[in-house]
């Protein structure tokens, strides 16, 4: 079977996840693809491994594939959490969050004791922020006092619309998200900033937080450990 790179990067985390471990699942393609080898691994190897999701869509895709999806309230702790990136710096910095799902996925992320990221090598910047905006969650009520305070540091950005564009998007938590870009600030800084600002939920910018990258080349993994 001829595998792309973000299914083949998802089949070697897959075969890291060991019997009756926790372990929570990302959103976006490449989730769904590790969603997808993990469950016939759980069901081939009789791990007994319980699944807890950043996202409705990834436990319903997991649900479906015979996964034991347990709630986020339902745990305190987490042994692997592993999801794609949009961008991934050298120093293992991540940008996430194109998805509607940052605030789980963050929370997961932090949470788990092992964070795999999985990546095709299109993702891999030079600095966060190269190729997406960065996405900051804001309580609905609090949009344009965070829009001031971030051009205040430079920033330039706007809500985030819809599919269809008539109307805002909101995300899995109800909140509104703006799409931000800062010229060339350092994350580091940037991190601390949006970390500061009252309003904000929730950022896109993953500092710190992955034990390693994974990198699917049409005919290899790489691995980055931290
Ligand atoms: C969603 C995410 C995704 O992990 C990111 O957008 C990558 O998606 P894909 O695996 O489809 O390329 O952060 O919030």
Redesign the pocket.
Known sequence: MTLNP?QRVAIHAANLVEKDMIVGL????????FIEAIAKRNKAEKLNIRVVS??IISASIAKEAGLNVIALSDIDNLDIYV????EVASDLT?????????VK?KLLASAADQFFV???ET?LVENIGQNFSI?VEVIPEAWQLVLAQLKLHGGHGQLRLNSSSDNVAFTASGSLVLDMTFGKMESLELTMILDTIPGVIEH?IFSDLATAVFIGTETAVEEHWY
């Open positions: 973000k990302g959103t976006g393609s490449t989730a769904n693809f950043s996202s999801d794609g990136a949009d991540l940008l996430k969050g194109r998805g509607q799902d940052l996925e999985l990546v095709d993702k996405p896109g």
